[in-house]
């Protein structure tokens, strides 16, 4: 299996703009999460999935936030519109959460590094 | 509320023992876990423990959790360069729900 692909892996993009964030989670898990990662707040939970459904979307920042998982394979996040302040890294992770296997590890994408001008 | 506290940084020489610490509030906690960044990476499980044990070891990694003082530590024996990371200790309660992160301890190896 290739892991957890996100796509694009950088995005520049100016104020006022709408980005979107792809994410292709590993074949067969059932939960996919978002995260943002800046130096200010660290790891931040934005939203999760289970079975396509969204879980638990508290961490969603505001309104111009929002996330779609159409179906087991893709997921993506948009930012409409961007501001200099969501500037991060953002992590998309799947997992197959089974009590007591592996401690239902969470395997992680590469990120996709958001710098909104 | 739940929170998970790491000091951020750490600094040792090449093949000393490396110690980062991590306390957390929720006593619930069933699966306590340390994640590894490498530079311009995403996040790699390391090790995890369930809470109802209290040591674990896995070739040059020990963890040592302590409920009673909700405390989890990863001990890192002869510590290479390669070891240059941050390190996030994470908590969650039971399978189907998030992590919980720290905000990572970054640990710089010299030679």
């Known amino acids: 299996d290739a892991g957890v692909i996100q796509s694009p892996r950088h995005e520049v993009t100016e104020m006022g703009q709408e980005v979107t964030l792809r994410c292709k989670p590993i074949?067969?898990?059932?939960?996919l999460f978002w995260y943002r990662q800046t130096m200010m707040r660290g790891l931040e939970l934005l939203i999760y999935f289970n079975n396509n459904v969204p879980i638990d979307d508290s961490g969603m920042p505001e309104d111009r936030f929002s996330a779609k998982m159409p179906n087991a394979s893709f997921s993506t996040l948009k930012i409409q519109p961007s501001e200099p302040r969501d500037s991060a890294v953002y992590f998309c992770?799947?997992?197959?959460?089974?009590?007591?296997?592996?401690?239902?590890?969470?395997?992680f994408g590469p990120g996709t590094r958001l710098t909104v001008l | 509320g739940e929170d998970v506290e790491q000091s951020l940084f750490l600094s040792v020489r090449e093949g000393d023992s490396s110690v980062i610490n991590c306390t957390y509030t929720d006593s619930s906690s069933t699966y306590l876990y340390w994640y590894k960044q490498e530079p311009g990476a995403g996040l790699q499980l390391l090790t995890y423990?369930?809470?109802?044990?209290d040591m674990k070891q896995d070739q040059r990694l020990t963890v040592l959790l302590n409920k009673k003082d909700k405390h989890l530590s990863l001990r890192i024996a002869d510590t290479q360069t390669g070891d240059s990371a941050i390190y996030f200790c994470?908590?969650?309660?039971?399978?189907?729900?998030?992590?919980?992160f720290g905000k990572g301890t970054t640990l710089s190896v010299s030679s």
């Open positions: 074949s067969g898990h059932d939960y």
């Open positions: 423990i369930f809470s109802n044990m």
């Open positions: 992770a799947s997992s197959l959460e089974v009590e007591g296997a592996r401690g239902n590890e969470q395997f």
């Open positions: 994470a908590e969650k309660h039971q399978a189907g729900t998030a992590l919980i």
